[in-house]
């Protein structure tokens, strides 16, 4: 392994590839920051090209490409509350609320290092275990698979506020909206109103942008204020921002765990690796009450989960052929087209581009942070925008991003529609995240209870794995419980 990474490296510090995999991070970041532009919809658009460089040119290009983006989208998600793609989704409910308190800088700073440092880590997970992780996958059938997406849904208690009725309430609500549109196992429309345009489902960036972008600005709007609701930017932020991420090393660390762990799992880490690490943060720090109102360990936990999940989706990827993603289906079929062969064929033979893949990861995730600290300082005034300014700006853009759905007018109708409901969510005090996460994870839940069904009849709730993953799922439901039990009966005991 380590002579393979060796020619790796040899091969990747040519002056050629590093351009290929600077203009590729560059090009990441700018999409990732651009609602819309980025992801599989920039990486379809460069695929062509891309196929026709020399396989270490491809390589270091699509990996800058690929692995970045969520570094670059943590700008609109912490700046004016609008996710630039699924990884970011989570940073905007402490993220936003730190930006509004003046606290933009730190925020962003905060999550630029850790995301470097995740991806990072990511990609040693991805190194020390290639020799190791085949076993591991393989044992995961879709028993498993369904019980760690209800793992998923038992967090959102824990993401709701002191509600976590009403948040498990907003997940099933989220459960219910996936299942709109024809049903890929029986080819059953459901849900369709008669009209053709749900037949597809409803897009996850409409669900994304109706429940945080359009609400946040409506009441941005009404206030007719600034995002931010001091009047300095302050000076020390940037610093602190870096300080915050070794400060909270361990939370990095498990964050970061959590991340390559669910990359790995085929399907899963694309949309929720991010969610994972901000329920496992809320669920076993200390000091919680603070999460959701801008505290910068609900930016460090999603922001390191998200990036270190790419080591994870490539592990899969490449040792096996099992693209977890959009973003890595379309890889695969980059790589196979200039000549590569994932899988064990690739483990085998070709072990110098894995390792090459390896090291390409972690320049990326250096570059890209460096890219975004540069940028930092002057993106932070957008905090200061009057609202007549920055409104109409972000509904546009808001816009754009929900017609890229499906390039229907109606994505407008069904955004305005959808962000309705988002607002009168966020008037009321009803738990928006749950709702995303419900739906992100919806789809799983069914796809994996129909295939352990079909395959095992009922026998698979008795498989060791599943009643492990049960017992966590127990465990953390109650666990919120007992802790708002104690906390209640703490005064009592003092009296």
Request: net charge neutral.
């Amino acid at each position: 392994m380590f002579e393979a990474l060796f020619q790796g490296l040899t091969a990747l510090a040519q002056p050629i590839p590093i351009g290929w995999l600077v203009l590729g991070v560059v090009l990441g970041v700018w999409g990732g920051a651009l609602p819309g532009v980025g992801g599989p919809a920039q990486l379809a658009v460069l695929l062509p090209f891309a196929m026709l460089m020399e396989p270490v040119n491809a390589i270091a290009f699509l990996i800058g490409v690929t692995t970045v983006g969520n570094t670059g989208n943590t700008f609109t998600s912490v700046l004016v509350a609008v996710p630039g793609g699924s990884g970011a989704q989570a940073t905007v409910l402490d993220g936003y609320p730190m930006a509004r308190n003046g606290e933009a800088r730190r925020a962003l700073s905060a999550a630029f290092m850790v995301s470097m440092l995740g991806g990072i880590i990511g990609a040693l997970i991805l190194f020390g275990s290639i020799p190791v992780m085949k076993a591991i996958v393989r044992s995961f059938g879709s028993p498993e698979l369904f019980m760690f997406t209800i793992w998923g849904l038992s967090m959102i208690g824990t993401m709701s506020a002191g509600a976590p009725l009403k948040g498990l309430s907003a997940a099933v609500l989220g459960v219910l909206l996936s299942t709109v549109g024809q049903d890929i196992k029986s080819g059953v429309i459901r849900f369709d109103v008669d009209h053709p345009y749900l037949w597809d489902g409803i897009s996850v960036v409409l669900i994304s942008l109706s429940i945080f972008a359009i609400p946040e600005m409506i009441a941005l709007a009404a206030r007719k204020g600034r995002v931010a609701e001091v009047s300095e930017l302050g000076t020390t932020g940037l610093w602190e921002g870096i300080k915050d991420a070794f400060r909270h090393k361990w939370l990095v660390l498990r964050s970061a765990a959590i991340g390559t762990w669910v990359g790995i799992l085929p399907g899963l880490g694309s949309d929720v690796a991010d969610w994972f690490a901000y329920a496992s943060a809320k669920q076993t720090e200390r000091n919680t009450e603070n999460f959701g109102k801008g505290d910068v360990r609900g930016v460090i936990a999603p922001e390191s989960s998200n990036n270190a999940k790419e080591g994870g989706a490539l592990l899969t990827t490449l040792a096996f052929g099992i693209p977890g993603s959009t973003s890595m289906a379309l890889l695969l079929i980059a790589f196979v087209g200039v000549g590569l062969n994932p899988g064990p064929e690739m483990l085998e033979g070709e072990l110098h581009y894995i390792m090459m893949i390896v090291v390409a990861l972690v320049l990326s995730q250096i570059l890209a942070s460096g890219i975004c600290w540069a940028m930092v300082k002057p993106a932070a005034y957008v905090c200061f925008f009057p609202f007549y300014i920055l409104v109409p700006l972000i509904v546009g853009l808001t816009f754009l991003s929900a017609f890229a759905a499906h390039f229907s007018i109606i994505d407008i109708f069904a955004l305005l529609i959808l962000s309705l409901f988002g607002y009168l969510m966020k008037v009321t005090g009803w738990p928006r995240a749950p709702i995303v996460l419900g739906f992100v994870l919806g789809q799983k839940v069914e796809l994996y209870l129909w295939l352990s069904v079909a395959r095992y009849d009922m026998d698979w709730i008795w498989r060791p794995g599943v009643m492990i993953l049960g017992a966590l799922v127990a465990f953390t439901l109650l666990w919120p419980v007992w802790k708002a039990r104690r906390a209640a009966l703490a005064p009592q005991a003092a009296e």
